[in-house]
């Protein structure tokens, strides 16, 4: 069962900031946040990914609550391609047989 | 570089057949995940291979089976289908790091349609 708990959708105007929220409370501490969008029938794209620390690249930044029990995706910039289903996601990397578990996301929508 | 590829890009099956789906990973990554997408729901979990072995394998009927091959291609094998197996099927590849971080990359998926 996913962790995380997203609301079901988002609106954004183009061109401002897209902030995706994404709850967490559960999360164990070698547990990672990781972000991936899909949109529309293709197949999900990773964003990022952090431990504790925000973390920054070229597609987004990652903000983590000190407590770790929450997390926001930033997208600076949206534009009409990022128009998607985001998914937050923790995870386990040392726990054998681990695997992504994809709950059923946030569906951001960005208008002109 | 290649991404990850997954053929063939549609599938047409009629209800009791087999279908295979096969997927190549990107170079140098040594670990395959398959996740079934039925329409209008998320992503479940089918299974993960790595450096040829069946690592973990969701809730799913023994009738979903695969392997991987030493060149780390994979292949997803579905007898007996039944209609309700029609959904788009999605292969990724990671590169498992000493710190157990990785990054998943997906490929376009197969869309099947059991008829």
């Known amino acids: 069962d996913a962790k995380t708990t997203q609301p079901t959708s988002m609106d954004c105007a183009e061109g401002r900031a897209a902030n995706l929220p994404c709850n967490h409370s559960?999360?164990?501490?070698?547990?990672?946040v990781y972000w991936y969008r899909q949109i529309h029938s293709q197949g999900p794209q990773y964003i990022i990914h952090?431990?504790?620390n925000n973390e920054t690249n070229e597609m987004a930044s990652l903000i983590i609550t000190e407590d770790r029990k929450s997390s926001t995706l930033i997208l600076p910039h949206a534009t009409l391609r990022d128009t998607a289903v985001y998914y937050c996601i923790v995870r386990d990397p040392m726990e054998y047989g681990n695997k992504l578990v994809f709950g059923a996301g946030t569906i951001l929508r960005v208008k002109s | 570089e290649a991404g990850v590829t997954q053929s063939p890009t549609h599938l047409i099956k009629t209800r009791g057949q087999q279908a295979t789906l096969r997927c190549s990973p990107i170079s140098g990554h040594t670990s395959v995940y398959w996740y079934q997408q039925a329409l209008g729901l998320g992503l479940q979990f089918l299974l993960w291979y790595d450096e040829g072995e069946e690592r973990n394998r969701g809730n799913f009927p023994p009738r979903f089976s695969g392997r991987q091959f030493p060149n780390y291609s994979s292949e997803l094998n579905v007898n007996a289908l039944e209609l309700e197996d029609s959904a788009l099927y999605l292969c990724?590849?990671?590169?498992?790091?000493?710190?157990?971080?990785?990054?998943?990359?997906f490929g376009s998926g197969t869309q099947l349609s059991v008829l």
């Open positions: 559960t999360i164990s501490g070698n547990e990672y």
């Open positions: 952090g431990l504790k």
């Open positions: 990724a590849s990671s590169l498992r790091r000493m710190t157990g971080e990785e990054k998943l990359f």
